[in-house]
């Protein structure tokens, strides 16, 4: 697959750009930048730009071992064609809105995607006073329920990728302000299985995730609980809710993973 000079018509370097990603796309391995630029007959330099570019807006990821770039989870959420995302969703809409009822406050499913979690779906509490989130945001690795509850069962060669040169901005004296202190709470968060935002980002706002993961025991999202500390005790009712959060997140895991099996 070459791409022809003048495919490229009023835009200088969108089609390459295009036919990068469909390369990387087909490619589930990722390639070098030599390689993607033989395949195209695009120069290594122009390539180089290129790869640059889709790098810097999230599009591609470099593996720092095996020097490949890799289309992130950005492309296909963009693109809504991710078959498994979709299955993903729809084994959770179920268990969310169970859990809403159950709780009566908002519930969140978020997707890892790189160094922190990306908001997919929503079941929003029925209370008038309620936290609502935008789909696509991306919640603050260190103080937010969400990624934590992922980060804290990746492999660790990819949590020590995730946090290399992070900085542990503080927003409330509850904020954990070092790695040290962030790795110390990942280890909790494994023992118990669930994590927790304890007005770490936002003073009055409480949280309790869990993770749902593949068949490879690989976290891929999460599931969150959120509200206000006005309607949540902290120590009578927040355990309770964190409990119900992680078997939500269980049975989410069944359904995911017996689809996957049964269109394997």
Avoid at 27 to 45: Q, Y
Avoid at 173 to 180: G, N, V
Avoid at 201 to 209: R, T
Wanted: positive net charge.
């Amino acid at each position: 697959m070459r791409v022809k000079p003048g495919s490229e018509g009023g835009v200088p370097g969108l089609s390459r750009g295009l036919a990068t990603l469909e390369y990387l796309c087909s490619h589930s391995g990722g390639a070098r930048i030599r390689t993607v630029a033989e395949a195209l007959g695009v120069p290594d330099n122009t390539m180089i730009r290129i790869l640059g570019t889709l790098a810097e807006h999230g599009y591609v990821e470099r593996d720092p071992d095996s020097l490949h770039y890799l289309p992130t989870r950005k492309v296909v959420t963009l693109a809504g064609k991710m078959a498994d995302d979709r299955h993903l969703i729809t084994c959770a809409l179920g268990p969310m809105r169970d859990l809403r009822d159950k709780v009566s406050e908002t519930v969140l499913l978020a997707v890892w995607d790189r160094t922190s979690s990306v908001i997919v779906e929503q079941v929003q509490s029925h209370n008038t006073f309620r936290f609502v989130c935008d789909y696509g945001h991306r919640p603050t690795l260190h103080v937010s329920a969400s990624p934590k509850a992922i980060i804290a069962f990746l492999p660790e060669a990819e949590q020590k990728r995730a946090l290399e040169g992070y900085i542990f901005k503080k927003y409330t004296e509850h904020t954990i302000t070092t790695r040290t202190a962030f790795e110390k709470e990942l280890q909790a968060i494994r023992k118990r299985g669930y994590a927790f935002d304890l007005h770490e980002e936002v003073n009055g706002m409480l949280c309790a995730a869990a993770p749902v993961f593949n068949r490879e025991r690989r976290p891929i999202a999460s599931v969150t609980v959120t509200g206000p500390d006005n309607r949540i005790d902290m120590k009578r009712e927040l355990p309770v809710i964190a409990s119900a959060t992680k078997a939500c997140a269980d049975e989410i895991t069944r359904c995911y993973t017996d689809g996957l099996t049964e269109k394997t």
